[in-house]
């Protein structure tokens, strides 16, 4: 399974915007995808998940309300959509991939993962 992350870039304080994860390679009939981000000296940490057989969803504390995971089937496409963005919002994005139907906020459950995009909020 390979994850493409994209439409990371610079935005403003309060600005939108929206993170896609394209999958491809093997298909996987129960998975759960997530997004986890890194800011600079810091560990990565959980963004938010999504179950790609029950839509269930789950997200860290620090982004509920503002952002929303959201999944295409059709095209095996995740996308974060980041709104009210903060400056402590800044840092790579990663997608992340696991077999299963249960969504969980632990990196470590995660097998498959793309290679990052870069938000970065100007105050």
């Known amino acids: 399974v390979q994850l493409q992350a994209s439409g990371g870039g610079l935005v403003q304080t309060g600005g939108s915007l929206r993170l896609s994860c394209a999958t491809s390679?093997?298909?996987?009939?129960?998975?759960?995808m997530g997004w986890f981000r890194q800011a600079p000296g810091k560990e990565r940490e959980f963004v938010a998940t999504?179950?790609?057989?029950?839509?269930?969803?789950s997200y860290a504390d620090s982004v509920k309300g503002r952002f929303t995971i959201s999944r295409d089937n059709a095209k095996n496409t995740m996308y974060l959509q980041m709104n009210s963005l903060k400056p402590e919002d800044t840092a790579v994005y990663y997608c992340?991939?696991?077999?299963?139907?249960?969504?969980?906020?632990?990196?470590?459950?995660?097998?498959?993962w793309g290679q990052g995009t870069l938000v970065t909020v100007s105050s």
């Open positions: 390679g093997r298909t996987l009939s129960s998975h759960v």
């Open positions: 999504t179950s790609w057989s029950s839509g269930s969803t």
């Open positions: 992340a991939l696991k077999a299963g139907f249960y969504t969980t906020p632990d990196a470590r459950d995660y097998v498959y």
